[in-house]
Structures are given as C-alpha cells and as structure tokens.
C-alpha cells in the first residue's frame, strides 16, 4: 500500500520559509516523478514544483527563483524548500507521486501552509 506523509507546513510571515517534506513507502520511489501541488481555497489544485526520476526539475513561474525541490531516494524522501513566501502561497500542499508529470497516480494528505504577518 502507497503511503505519502508530508510535514513542515505551518504559519509563517511574509519573507519568511518553509520547508515540507514527503515521505514515501510502499512503492519503488526513485521510479516516481515526485511533484508538490497545492490548492488554495475556491482554486483548483495545481502543480508548483517537480522533480522527475532522471533528477530533471519543474517549477511555476511564480515559484521560481524562490522554491527549491529535491529528492533523495536513499530516503524516499521529497522536498520543498520554500524561500520568500507571500501571502498569495497560502493553501494547502499536496505531495503527488505518478510516472509523469502532473498526473500523480498517489495523494497524501497534505499540509497546510499560512503566510500572514
């Protein structure tokens, strides 16, 4: 049975960071394109930062520059580090893991993120 675990959201002010982390079981990880999405309330979730089997990365636009992933798969671990946050990244973040880009076949539970002074 898949399982994503994420951790490190949280409140924090403007400028401030972030970090999430995703731990994964039950699946071969390093086989996955890890991807962080998120979804703030009325808005459909979207995809921010990605990080392919080869170690190829996506980021959007408006992430880029700020946020940084990285895989380990020593630890079937994904990360986020989230640099210079507004408050417009505030929403719930979702860790997704699929065999493409941006169609995680794998969910976790997300974690929520709040940037407010």
């Known amino acids: 049975q898949v399982q994503l675990v994420e951790s490190g959201g949280g409140l924090v002010q403007p400028g401030g960071s972030l970090t999430l982390s995703c731990v994964a079981s039950?699946?071969?990880?390093?086989?996955?394109?890890m991807g962080w999405y998120r979804q703030a309330p009325g808005k459909q979730r979207e995809l921010v930062a990605g990080?392919?089997?080869?170690?190829?990365?996506f980021y959007e636009q408006s992430v880029k520059d700020r946020w940084t992933i990285s895989r380990e798969n020593t630890k079937n671990t994904v990360s986020l580090q989230m640099d210079s946050l507004q408050p417009e990244d505030t929403a719930d973040y979702y860790c997704?893991?699929?065999?493409?880009?941006?169609?995680?076949?794998?969910w976790g539970q997300g974690t929520q993120v709040t940037v407010s002074s």
């Open positions: 997704g893991a699929g065999l493409d880009w941006g169609s995680p076949a794998y």
């Open positions: 039950g699946m071969i990880f390093s086989r996955y394109v």
């Open positions: 990080v392919h089997s080869d170690g190829a990365t």
